[in-house]
């Protein structure tokens, strides 16, 4: 049987197959699927940030107006879920759908149908969680990380979000197993695992972390129901339980899960940087091998969040140096990004700008977590609005402004138009600046002490909130201008070239020359 090249199965299937919502329903072209992933991925953004917004509305200003604190820790619990496992993830994975099978050359995911399965798995937990708000008692209140005791006493809504997490986790185990049988089934003859684009070894790495801490985070939520509703005392002190057990078990699922988070957007800013610098990213085989360490060491720092439960000072210290030592391989990422574009030829089309921007503030964000590693200082800081302002510089700023650029530098592949560059642009900068506005001045309520998820607060800290609000109702405004130039894009414009990117090396959709530090000829294309 001859070999099929993608775009054929995907024409086959819009002419032979079943038409309209049902094609999309049943369809098991990664093509479509990724696309799925993206849509479910930007609503889920949009619902999260709306809860996010009344939380800032909230905060404007000290005292009471707009919610009442029960429903207002419903909002930072649900804010968080929908956003780590219903925004940030799934859009990866639909960048993983659609990019993976065009960059190593394969006709397909391995597993096409499963790949189906897995996602509409993900519409389902979404109805669940945010179903979650309108059941008596409303949503949890734990925070997003569920902590016991509080987790145990909850509502039926608490209850919903433990099944909600379930389906999402075989969602995700299931999305790793078909991303790893992929790359390492079903390359094209010549593609060799230190040839691949970079964005394949993060997913390949990040899909071996996804199968190593889902699990985890399954057996906590259950222990958490067994608990709830089956007499059983993991977490409860008075049946001779912990609570600080949970707070293990949670966060040795939880730090890896920031690194799924982190690891591709260092994928895709590794495709986009050498492109726009117009030179093969330096250092390939350094930033395989400072992926790799990456994940092995984000199994041993979890512990770092956990600094104020009366650990031996030994532990502290293991926890700190280790979490230090994290530093190392994410400089040497940040080493090689800066040496590629020395003395490049640089130029700043939106996806460019998005990854520049993304060096920038995730670096900031980098700096104040290995602040926060310090475990004299982290007692002070300890849930206080500097560790907000520091995990959304890593997740807005990383996570978020890396699956920007990835979308603007792909789009013209996926759509077969260019998006307005006007449009891009005014987006970014909107972005960059708002975001600064709303989550740098939460630096310094931190240091003042003030505390996070509380809806009312002393009138000290009123300045730096208003800040913060305006901020983030501009930051929220922006992403409306994103959502402008897709659909304009979509709906048709002016058509891409064979390589949008004039002048760079399409790096994106071809086999990479001979080895990573040779001189570009212009590579076969892998259509």
Request: glycine share 8%.
């Amino acid at each position: 049987m001859s070999a099929v090249t993608p775009d054929q199965v995907h024409d086959d299937h819009h002419h032979h197959g079943p038409t309209g919502l049902m094609r999309w329903i049943t369809t098991t072209n990664h093509k479509d699927i990724g696309t799925m992933y993206l849509i479910f991925s930007f609503i889920m953004f949009l619902s999260g940030g709306v809860m996010a917004l009344t939380i800032r509305a909230e905060l404007f200003k000290p005292g009471l107006q707009i919610v009442q604190p029960e429903f207002f820790n419903q909002l930072t619990t649900m804010h968080g879920l929908v956003m780590v496992f219903g925004a940030i993830m799934p859009a990866f994975v639909g960048f993983a759908n659609w990019m993976l099978p065009l960059m190593i050359g394969a006709s397909d995911m391995a597993f096409a149908r499963m790949n189906n399965w897995s996602f509409w798995l993900l519409p389902v937990a979404a109805v669940l969680l945010i179903g979650s708000f309108f059941v008596p008692g409303g949503a949890t209140a734990a925070g997003w990380t569920l902590y016991a005791p509080l987790s145990v006493q909850m509502g039926m809504g608490m209850d919903m979000a433990i099944f909600a997490i379930h389906i999402m986790g075989i969602s995700s185990i299931m999305g790793a197993i078909n991303i790893i049988v992929t790359i390492l089934n079903m390359r094209a003859p010549g593609m060799k695992m230190m040839k691949m684009p970079l964005f394949c070894w993060t997913w390949l790495i990040t899909a071996y972390l996804l199968i190593a801490v889902m699990p985890v985070l399954a057996g906590a939520v259950t222990m958490i129901l067994t608990d709830r509703h089956f007499g059983t005392s993991f977490f409860n002190a008075a049946g001779g339980g912990d609570p600080v057990l949970y707070q293990h078990v949670f966060w040795f699922f939880g730090h890896p899960e920031v690194y799924i988070m982190i690891l591709p957007a260092f994928g895709i800013v590794s495709q986009i940087i050498p492109t726009f610098a117009r030179k093969p990213l330096f250092g390939y085989a350094s930033m395989v091998y400072a992926t790799a360490s990456i994940a092995i060491l984000s199994f041993v720092v979890w512990a770092h969040h956990m600094f104020t439960t009366g650990m031996p000072a030994q532990t502290q210290l293991f926890f700190m140096y280790a979490t230090m030592l994290i530093a190392v391989p994410t400089g040497v990422k940040v080493f090689n990004w800066v040496a590629t574009m020395w003395r490049g030829s640089l130029t700043f089309e939106t996806p460019m700008l998005f990854a520049v921007g993304f060096l920038f503030v995730f670096t900031i964000g980098g700096f104040t977590g290995l602040i926060c590693a310090i475990a004299p200082i982290d007692i002070q800081l300890q849930d206080t609005y500097y560790v907000v302002a520091h995990f959304h510089y890593v997740l807005v700023a990383g996570s978020l402004f890396a699956l920007f650029a990835g979308a603007y530098y792909w789009l013209p592949k996926w759509t077969g138009h260019m998006y307005s560059e006007k449009l891009g642009k005014l987006h970014f900068w909107c972005s960059i600046v708002f975001f600064n506005v709303t989550f740098f001045p939460m630096h310094f309520l931190g240091l003042a002490g003030m505390p996070r998820r509380i809806p009312d607060y002393s009138l000290q800290f009123a300045d730096f909130n208003a800040l913060a609000s305006i901020g983030a109702f501009g930051f929220g405004l922006s992403q409306l201008i994103f959502l402008a130039a897709v659909i304009k894009c979509a709906r048709g414009g002016e058509k891409a070239a064979a390589k949008p990117w004039e002048g760079a090396e399409g790096l994106e959709w071809t086999v990479p020359s001979p080895a990573p530090h040779h001189t570009f000829e212009t590579p076969p294309v892998v259509e």
